[in-house]
């Protein structure tokens, strides 16, 4: 019936799992759940070995770093049934219904439940990544919907698993980012049923902006390796799209040694007490265009 696939990095996803468990035995349905940590040789590991005391649970700690695709990948090869439901490992269950109204839905290829991030964070540290995903990430059914393909992620998303197989996550992006982005544009270009519903999971662990800045350049450089490889449309990824017409108009290079001269101005304010996100475009335009 229903296979529960988390993809885990350095994360204890324990109460998850049990959350996952209580509210599948309360639908009465047949189902697994299966979490592999990607080698992070993480103490928190030690934890999430309780999870296959569980029933119908599994926890697998990968001897060798594959990256999140190949992650997702393989924990489909593993998966028995049909319909498949990835949750990220930093997601809080926060909906006693969320596996209900996943099953509501399931005669669809695909289902995006959505995230949202708390009302507030403590620490300064992780006040840019958590304006972003309030400000920026955040969206309603009806604004999802409005850009059904755009707004597709797969932190929280329920897929067919023969559409999954149609697809797969690309194996050569092995750094964080934008591997979701790329399924989607796929997905945009079949004939696969796509729903958004709102059945949001809460982001439970917010990065730095040390780790978020990271992040974000890994995303952009694997931006650019899709964009020369051809296999995204520029124009389904705004700053794809702006680089390129920065590179057209000849302008690249100017906003590469913007990067070069004021990136460490531009990174004291994004790491402040009050991060702006209007720099924080400046910081992925820049440094995009700083790229070779």
Same mark, same amino acid.
């Given at each position: ?36 940590? !990607? ?7 030690? *934890? ?14 990968? *001897? ?26 930093d ?15 399931i ?15 403590? @620490?300064k ?13 955040d969206? $309603? ?5 409005s ?10 998303t ?7 197989? $149609? ?13 979701? $982005? +790329?399924?989607a ?10 729903? /958004?519903? !709102? ?7 917010? !990065?730095?902006?040390? $780790? ?22 520029? @124009?389904f ?5 702006? /680089?390129? +017409? ?26 402040? /007490?009050?991060?702006?996100?209007? +720099? ?10 700083? +790229?070779?």
């Amino acid at each position: 019936m229903l296979s529960i696939l988390i993809p885990v990095y350095n994360q204890n996803v324990l109460s998850l799992v049990n959350e996952l468990v209580k509210q599948c035995r309360l639908c009465g349905i047949n189902f697994e759940i299966i979490a592999q940590d !990607d080698a992070s040789n993480s103490a928190l590991n030690k *934890e999430n070995e309780s999870i296959n005391s569980l029933q119908n649970s599994s926890f697998i700690s990968l *001897e060798k770093n594959i990256g999140l695709s190949s992650n997702r990948n393989l924990l489909v090869s593993k998966a028995k049934y049909e319909n498949l439901l990835f949750i990220d490992g930093d997601s809080i269950i926060i909906n006693p219904s969320f596996i209900k109204n996943y099953l509501d839905t399931i005669s669809f290829n695909i289902v995006y439940g959505g995230r949202i991030h708390p009302l507030k964070v403590e @620490s300064k540290e992780q006040k840019l990544r958590w304006k972003y995903g309030r400000l920026i990430e955040d969206k $309603t059914v009806s604004q999802r919907n409005s850009s059904v393909f755009k707004t597709l992620m797969f932190n929280n998303t329920l897929i067919k698993k023969n559409c999954f197989n $149609t697809i797969q996550f690309d194996a050569d992006l092995t750094k964080y980012g934008h591997e979701d $982005t +790329l399924f989607a544009f796929q997905v945009s270009k079949s004939n696969f049923s796509v729903k /958004h519903i !709102d059945n949001t999971v809460e982001h439970g662990e917010i !990065d730095n902006s040390d $780790t978020y800045l990271s992040k974000v350049k890994n995303s952009l450089e694997n931006l650019i390796i899709l964009d020369q490889k051809k296999q995204i449309d520029p @124009s389904f990824v705004k700053i794809l799209y702006a /680089h390129n +017409l920065l590179k057209k108009y000849k302008l690249k290079f100017a906003f590469g040694k913007f990067y070069s001269v004021f990136n460490r101005i531009i990174y004291k304010q994004l790491n402040s /007490h009050n991060p702006s996100l209007m +720099l924080l475009n400046v910081f992925k335009i820049s440094y995009i265009c700083s +790229l070779k």
